[in-house]
C-alpha cells in the first residue's frame, strides 16, 4: 500500500504556527488582519460549503468542487488561498501554475482521495486498457494525471454521457457516486472502489424515521451517499444543487440535509425561516445510526480562522506541483471544465 501522505509531505512547503494563540487575539481580532493580508498578496479566499461557518463568512467566494475550479481557473489574483482539503488546492494549482496557492492546514487531506493510491489506480487501469479514465475530482493530482476525465458530482452525469456508449468507461474513486452516475445514464462503468467516510456512513433507518417524524420535510442527499440513503431522498445532487434546491423551496419548509452539514450555513442565510435538521450517521457499535456529530468531515475542520490567518502571514504552506504532472493532470479537468 502506498503511504498517500508522503506526496503531500514531498510538495508542500512547511507551515510555522505559534504553539498557542495569546489571550488577547480572538477570532474577531482575526478578520481586518486577514482583510488586510488579502490586500497585501493580491489575494483570493477561496472556500467549500464543508468549511466552518467563520472561515465561510470572511471568504471571497464560496462554492463546491466545480464552482471552486473555474474560479481558480480564471482569478486575477496573484495568491489563492484555498479553504478547503488538499486535492481542492492541487486543482486550484493545477489550473492556475504560475499563481501561489495556500492551503491553511497541511493535513487537511480527503478520506476519499486517500482511497485511491496512485500506484494502485495505475495498475487497476492496466488492467482494463480499452476503457477510458473519468475521475472524481476528489482524488490526488498523481490519479488525476492518469485519467482522461475528470467530473464533480455537479457534472458527472454529463461527462459520462459525452462519451460514446460503445466506450468502456472505468469511474473512480467513489463506488456510491459512480453507481448513482450508472444508474442516471444506463451505461455500466468499472468503479473503483473508494468512498467518503462521511458520506458512508449516514444511516438510511434513522433518516426514514426523521421522514416519519417529520411529515413533508424536504429530504436533500448528496449522491456519495449508498443507495438506500438516496432512495430516501426528494432532492439528490451535489452540494450546490442541494443548496439551490433550499433557494427555489418553500420558505417555511423543514430540510432534512443529508450531507456534510457546513451547508446549513448558505443554506440558513438562504432560508433563514425555515427549519433544518442534520440527518445522523453510524459510529462503532450503533446499530441504527443515531450519531448527529460523526457527519462533520474532520480533515474539513482542520481549517481554522487561526491557521487561514498565520498561512496568509507566512505565504505557508504553499502547494508546488511537478510541471509534468501539472501538464499530465491538466487536460481531464479543462475537459471538466468545458463540458459543464
Not at 31 to 56: C, G, M, S
Not at 99 to 115: E, F, T
Not at 281 to 306: I, Q, Y
Not at 329 to 338: F, G, H, N, Q, T
Request: hydrophobic residues 45%; neutral net charge; aromatic residues 6%.
Amino acid at each position: 500500500m502506498v503511504d498517500s501522505l508522503a506526496p503531500r509531505q514531498a510538495i508542500i512547503a512547511p507551515m510555522i504556527l505559534p504553539l498557542s494563540r495569546p489571550a488577547h487575539q480572538t477570532p474577531v481580532d482575526l478578520v481586518p488582519r486577514i482583510q488586510q493580508l488579502k490586500r497585501e498578496l493580491n489575494a483570493v479566499i477561496l472556500a467549500h460549503y464543508y468549511q466552518a461557518d467563520e472561515i465561510q463568512d470572511v471568504a471571497d467566494f464560496i462554492g463546491d468542487s466545480l464552482q471552486l475550479a473555474r474560479e481558480a481557473a480564471h482569478t486575477t489574483a496573484d495568491t489563492i488561498v484555498f479553504c478547503g482539503v488538499h486535492f481542492m488546492a492541487e486543482t486550484a494549482k493545477i489550473l492556475s501554475p504560475a499563481k501561489q496557492v495556500l492551503l491553511p492546514d497541511l493535513a487537511a487531506g480527503c478520506s476519499l482521495a486517500d482511497s485511491a493510491p496512485a500506484a494502485e489506480f495505475a495498475a487497476f487501469k492496466a488492467a482494463h486498457p480499452d476503457h477510458v479514465v473519468v475521475t472524481y475530482v476528489n482524488s490526488s493530482a498523481a490519479v488525476k494525471a492518469l485519467s482522461d476525465y475528470c467530473c464533480t458530482s455537479s457534472n458527472a452525469v454529463a461527462v459520462v454521457n459525452s462519451i460514446p456508449r460503445s466506450t468502456p468507461i472505468i469511474f473512480a474513486p467513489d463506488r456510491f457516486l459512480g453507481d448513482y452516475v450508472a444508474r442516471l445514464t444506463g451505461r455500466e462503468l468499472v468503479l473503483w472502489e473508494g468512498s467518503c467516510e462521511i458520506h458512508e456512513l449516514f444511516s438510511a433507518q434513522a433518516i426514514a424515521e426523521l421522514k416519519q417524524a417529520h411529515p413533508g420535510c424536504v429530504t436533500l442527499v448528496h449522491p456519495e451517499c449508498p443507495l438506500a440513503v438516496r432512495d430516501l431522498g426528494d432532492v439528490v445532487g451535489s452540494t450546490k444543487a442541494l443548496l439551490e434546491a433550499v433557494k427555489h423551496g418553500p420558505a417555511t419548509a423543514t430540510y432534512l440535509v443529508v450531507t456534510e452539514p457546513g451547508i446549513i450555513h448558505q443554506m440558513r442565510k438562504a432560508r433563514p425561516q425555515a427549519t433544518f435538521l442534520m440527518a445522523p450517521a453510524f459510529v462503532k457499535g450503533d446499530a441504527k445510526g443515531s450519531c448527529t456529530s460523526c457527519n462533520t468531515c474532520p480533515h474539513m475542520r482542520r481549517n481554522t480562522l487561526e491557521k487561514l490567518y498565520w498561512c496568509m502571514r507566512n505565504r505557508a504552506p504553499e502547494i508546488r506541483l511537478d510541471p509534468e504532472l501539472i501538464a499530465r493532470a491538466r487536460l481531464p479537468i479543462e475537459r471538466m471544465l468545458a463540458i459543464g
